[in-house]
């Protein structure tokens, strides 16, 4: 992990677009998503905070995993996420999600949560091991902590001399998030950071989605992904929009996976839970 003393700058950006991939994104991990809780012991009542809230969908989910009588709370950086957020949850029904603005690393949390967990957030932060320290300081006894990060760094390896574009998107893809200071392989640190927070040492899991057929959502989505890449690919100097060419983009990854018969591999995500001690 590069040592940051700065947080990244956020690699997707902040337009519309960029909320709609995040909730595409969810779709695609659901499952991933749905799995590490169900392991974790995120169970019915239990009262949970969920830190990068993004468009809500994790909170969501949560939501339904500790069902009426829990209570789920949301925390984004990006007030502007969090209204549709919101508004999911609302149109959702659940009376018990709240969202809040703020930094999770300093905004003032109750001592109560059954567990935090955070999907995709700890990768942007400047000092993850440090986060997940503070963090725990918001759990009861027994509490669980359970972060599921990408690891982009081994995703390198998809590379082939059949696929030329996918290679490209991830020689592009892997340089912009490098540049911007994430960290590409906080799946694989998640172990280090869980231990460095003084957390008992966690259950990982590796998981990542896959796919080949035609109406397969993957290759929309790693096109939209470059749409929300794009604005700083282009500020880092890396590759124009006119290179990258977003609109004919998601076709061409589909037709090279079709002569290459060399599925897609989508950005796969590391897992990790533990409980602290009751
Ligand atoms: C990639 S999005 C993931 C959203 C959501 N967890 C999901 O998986 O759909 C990361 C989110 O973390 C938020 N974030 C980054 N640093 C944060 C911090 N220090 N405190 C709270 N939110 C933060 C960003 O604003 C962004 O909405």
């Excluded at 995040?22 to 830190?51: C, N, P």
């Excluded at 500790?66 to 609302?90: S, Y």
Aim: some cysteine; aromatic content about 8%.
């Amino acid at each position: 992990m590069n040592n940051q003393s700065r947080d990244a700058e956020y690699t997707m950006g902040r337009s519309e677009e960029e909320t709609e991939r995040l909730i595409e994104q969810s779709q695609l991990y659901d499952d991933v998503t749905r799995r590490f809780f169900l392991r974790s012991g995120i169970a019915k009542g239990m009262k949970v905070l969920d830190v990068g809230s993004g468009a809500g969908d994790v909170a969501l989910t949560l939501a339904e995993f500790v069902g009426p009588k829990g209570q789920v709370v949301g925390v984004d950086v990006n007030p502007d996420i969090l209204k549709t957020a919101g508004e999911r949850a609302d149109a959702a029904g659940f009376s018990n999600v709240e969202f809040i603005a703020g930094d999770a690393r300093t905004l003032e949390l109750p001592n109560d949560f059954d567990a935090v967990v955070g999907r995709l957030v700890l990768l942007y932060m400047a000092d993850p091991a440090e986060t997940l320290r503070r963090l725990a300081t918001h759990l009861c006894g027994g509490g669980i902590v359970a972060f599921q990060d990408t690891e982009l760094a081994l995703y390198r390896t998809i590379t082939h001399p059949d696929t030329p574009l996918i290679n490209q998107l991830v020689e592009w893809g892997l340089t912009v998030f490098e540049r911007s200071g994430a960290h590409l392989n906080m799946g694989m640190e998640l172990y280090r950071v869980f231990v460095d927070a003084g957390l008992p040492e966690p259950t990982l899991h590796f998981e990542a989605p896959m796919g080949g057929p035609e109406d397969w959502p993957g290759f929309e989505y790693l096109a939209n992904s470059f749409r929300s890449l794009v604005p700083l690919m282009e500020a880092y100097g890396i590759a124009t929009a006119e290179e990258v060419d977003i609109d004919t983009l998601a076709d061409r990854i589909q037709a090279e996976v079709t002569t290459s018969k060399r599925p897609l591999l989508l950005p796969p995500h590391i897992t990790a839970y533990t409980t602290l001690a009751s």
